[in-house]
């Protein structure tokens, strides 16, 4: 589903050209559950932002489900992230004068999808989450990991075939985190490929493969055995 | 979609209420005064322009002397030529000019019983009544019948009449009259209606008597204070100017030995003065939309840089440029429609404020109202438009990474 030839990425930082990425190369198939590791600064931010659809690279190519990502204009950007990738973030990024119905709905307002039907896909989604006694609380009323959830929910919404969780469990406690990871896991059994950046070994080792940048390159790429 | 925009737009404006007001404050004011203006403008000028309607129907002065006659002496020679005879051969040359008399004046001071009042004596002829709209409230006016026979009588003013009679019916009532070194005996016949004062004077201190009267019996001269000629309509008022103009210029020989006066050039001096005031305050009332215009861009920008990260929330969920842009573009336009809906109510409760100080009718002219509500929409589409533009064209990495 995904091929990544060479890929870079510079940034112009005034008059210095800062390399985030310097060639990096892999294919991720479908049905795929891969943690990104790497320490802070070896780029695996960058290469979320690119593989979301988010960032074009500077060299290199990456085909999404054969779309060529760098040759895209922005709408259409936002088109393939609307239907085709979920995002997860470690800040959760949910809109806090919204409650959970309403943020969870969001991606469907961009589709143009009617009112009614916007509403009952987000109630289920939620429910997916095993948050559907949390329908109308807004974030602020919610634990951090129900904030998680609601924001999983999101990424559901449209039924992505690629989920991108940067960092998913960073901000939640050790408990909280294996219970969302635990969700993850269900979502790659369902189908969906599942991609965690990630810097802690203990999530990294819940992947069946791990890609590990350094510096701007790939230094490893293992599969492990079995998920939990 | 719109819908969600106009959604979204409303909760965060419900979110910042002090600063949500605030920024509409310009855009209040400014069409407030816009509303409030125009009303008191065109109230004002219903006004004057009744009250230059009640002088009369389609009335034209004509005066002796003119532009160069400023205080001076009229020359012997103009004053001779306006006669009566004049008004006649005006009326015969004018064919838009249904009426034409001769009016002549003088101050005199009656004299009843005990009481002694001034007042201005006019010489004049039935037609008066029917040129300035002008009836008796009790009696009658002068008559042809009394012009044939240059009888002893007088019409009184209806504030003149109370001052010399003092509540006493002067119908029959004899009274004396000192009036240029003579005195007459005359009998009052009539009491006009009260009409008040205008800018032309006050017709309810003012006592008429025959024109013959006048001429044969107060004063030798035949010198006319001036001509009151009436249109046939108001349509041909402009005719019946022109007519008499053409004639005088050619009798009189000279523009400058004549003045023309009519109820439509005044009008238009009067619709001049205000339509003139009208743009002045208007462009001060624009100038004051336009300072509300920038503060909304203010508060916009602010709005935009302060939900950076939101924008790159939406962006990341798949917002496209153009949902970002209708977003903020939407949220300035309830901002400054909001603005434009609260000025117009104010600006119309200061207009029959206004207006009932003033003692005329609110007129608030539904073209004013739409003028005002689209010149908000207008601003806040203008001024909306940059702040838009710039959150449409976030980097969504940049606008996700924001604190």
Not at chain 2, 281 to 296: E, M, P, Q, R, Y
Request: glycine letters at 10%; aromatic letters at 6%; charged letters at 20%.
């Amino acid at each position: 589903m995904m091929q990544i030839e060479n890929l870079e990425r510079v940034y112009h930082l005034g008059k210095a050209n800062v390399a985030a990425l310097k060639g990096v190369s892999f294919n991720i198939e479908d049905g795929e559950f891969v943690a990104i590791m790497g320490p802070s600064g070896s780029g695996k931010s960058t290469l979320m932002h690119i593989l979301g659809c988010l960032d074009r690279p500077t060299q290199g190519r990456y085909y999404l489900e054969g779309h060529d990502i760098s040759k895209l204009s922005d709408n259409q950007l936002a088109e393939i992230r609307n239907k085709n990738i979920g995002f997860v973030f470690q800040q959760f990024n949910l809109l806090p004068r919204m409650n959970s119905l309403h943020n969870v709905e969001i991606p469907l307002i961009y589709r143009h999808t009617r009112r009614s039907t916007r509403l009952e896909k987000a109630k289920k989604a939620l429910e997916r989450v095993g948050l559907g006694e949390r329908l109308h609380h807004k974030p602020s009323e919610v634990s951090g990991g129900e904030k998680q959830r609601v924001a999983i929910a999101r990424a559901l919404i449209n039924d992505p075939s690629l989920i991108l969780a940067d960092e998913p469990t960073g901000n939640l406690d050790t408990r909280t985190g294996n219970e969302i990871m635990k969700i993850f896991h269900n979502l790659n059994q369902q189908g969906h490929t599942i991609i965690v950046v990630t810097h802690e070994n203990e999530i990294a080792r819940q992947a069946r493969r791990v890609i590990r940048l350094r510096d701007g390159l790939m230094v490893g790429d293992e599969v492990i055995g079995s998920a939990v | 979609m719109l819908f969600e925009s106009f959604k979204i737009a409303i909760s965060s404006l419900q979110a910042n209420k002090l600063r949500t007001f605030l920024s509409m404050l310009g855009i209040i004011i400014g069409v407030g005064a816009v509303i409030s203006i125009v009303s008191i403008g065109s109230g004002a000028q219903m006004e004057v322009t009744g009250q230059i309607a009640g002088l009369g129907s389609n009335v034209i002065n004509i005066m002796p002397g003119g532009a160069r006659m400023t205080g001076g002496q009229l020359t012997a020679r103009t004053a001779d030529n306006f006669t009566p005879e004049l008004a006649d051969y005006i009326h015969m040359l004018s064919p838009s000019v249904q009426n034409i008399i001769p009016q002549i004046q003088d101050s005199g001071a009656f004299t009843y019983r005990d009481v002694r009042v001034q007042a201005t004596i006019i010489g004049t002829k039935p037609a008066f009544q029917e040129i300035n709209l002008y009836n008796p409230s009790a009696g009658r006016f002068i008559n042809q019948g009394d012009l044939e026979t240059a009888s002893q009588v007088v019409v009184l003013g209806s504030r003149l009449a109370r001052n010399i009679f003092d509540g006493e019916d002067p119908l029959g009532k004899r009274v004396r009259l000192e009036i240029n070194r003579r005195v007459l005996l005359l009998t009052v016949v009539g009491v006009m209606e009260e009409r008040g004062g205008n800018f032309m004077g006050n017709f309810d201190t003012q006592a008429y008597v025959p024109f013959s009267t006048y001429t044969q019996k107060i004063s030798s001269t035949q010198n006319i204070s001036q001509f009151l000629a009436q249109a046939r309509s108001a349509d041909e008022s402009r005719e019946a100017v022109a007519q008499i103009d053409y004639f005088l210029s050619t009798y009189l020989e000279d523009e400058d030995n004549y003045m023309i006066l009519s109820q439509e050039q005044i009008l238009d001096v009067i619709h001049q003065v205000t339509r003139t005031l009208n743009i002045m305050l208007g462009g001060i009332a624009g100038i004051s939309l336009l300072v509300g215009g920038i503060g909304i861009m203010n508060i916009m920008l602010v709005s935009v840089t302060e939900r950076t990260r939101e924008i790159g929330i939406r962006k990341a969920l798949g917002a496209k440029k153009a949902h970002i842009m209708n977003q903020f573009l939407i949220e300035a336009l309830t901002l400054s429609s909001l603005g434009g809906l609260v000025g117009t109510l104010l600006g119309w409760l200061g207009a029959f404020v206004i207006a009932s100080f003033g003692g005329w009718a609110l007129v608030v002219s539904p073209g004013s109202v739409a003028l005002a509500l689209g010149f908000s929409l207008l601003v806040g589409l203008f001024f909306g438009l940059y702040p838009a533009y710039k959150a449409a064209n976030m980097d969504p990495v940049i606008a996700l990474s924001y604190e």
